[in-house]
């Protein structure tokens, strides 16, 4: 016997290793956990070059590296991987707002860190905004997806108005989120089909210079100098 098998049986002879049976479930458990992230962001790197179009059972496995079938092992259908995937893809540019809204200090510094978490650099190009605009697309017609967007555009609403709250009603930051996500989702859609590109940096410019001009300078003024409270 090995020393490290004598260890091993050692230790579930005192305690401290539950039954073969038990931890073969929980590793078990693991594998298919590691399994569905990684089909997940499979069915991300395939979304980000080709779309909801381009996202086939076949090319999701292939990316994985797994064999074709298998999707059907860790999830219900394909339809499934796809509604999980774009979670995952809104996931990842919501971090971005987070980060960025924890770093700052006044009101306005939480208005404007909303504006560069939905312009991040490295993610602001053609075919990651191409690749959002086939989800919209298809949002119109999926009921599913519908839901994601209604979450996403709630999360901004929140996000703005725990900026705003104190200056604004509710019904006037309603009226200014509306224009903020009109222009937010036409920058994403010129950045996806225009020739004539427009940068993040552009983009971050003309989306302050709209809230400046909506809210006005005294507004801005104000939430330039109201400190965040710490939590």
């Known amino acids: 016997m090995t020393i490290q098998k004598f260890v091993r049986a050692y230790k579930i002879f005192v305690g401290y290793t539950k039954p073969m049976a038990t931890r073969t479930k929980k590793q078990r458990t693991r594998i298919e956990d590691i399994r569905r992230v990684e089909l997940i962001e499979a069915a991300h790197r395939i979304f980000l070059r080709d779309g909801l179009k381009g996202l086939t059972t076949t090319r999701i496995c292939h990316e994985a590296g797994m064999s074709q079938g298998i999707l059907t092992y860790y999830f219900k259908d394909k339809d499934q991987v796809l509604f999980e995937m774009v979670r995952y893809a809104n996931r990842v540019l919501m971090d971005a707002v987070v980060v960025n809204l924890r770093k700052a200090e006044t ?106 001009k909506m809210l006005g300078p005294a507004v801005v ?11």
């Open 107 to 212: 009101r306005w510094d939480r208005l404007t860190a909303i504006v560069d978490g939905n312009f991040p650099e490295e993610k602001f190009e053609r075919n990651t905004a191409n690749a959002w605009v086939s989800f919209y697309a298809e949002a119109a017609h999926n009921p599913r997806y519908a839901r994601l967007q209604e979450l996403f555009y709630k999360r901004l609403r929140s996000n703005i108005r725990s900026a705003l709250s104190p200056l604004w009603s509710r019904e006037e930051i309603d009226h200014f989120v509306r224009g903020f996500a009109a222009m937010l989702d036409g920058f994403w859609l010129r950045r996806g089909h225009s020739d004539d590109a427009i940068s993040h940096l552009e983009a971050r410019a003309l989306l302050v210079e709209y809230s400046e």
């Open 221 to 231: 003024s104000k939430l330039k100098r109201l400190q965040l409270q710490a939590a």
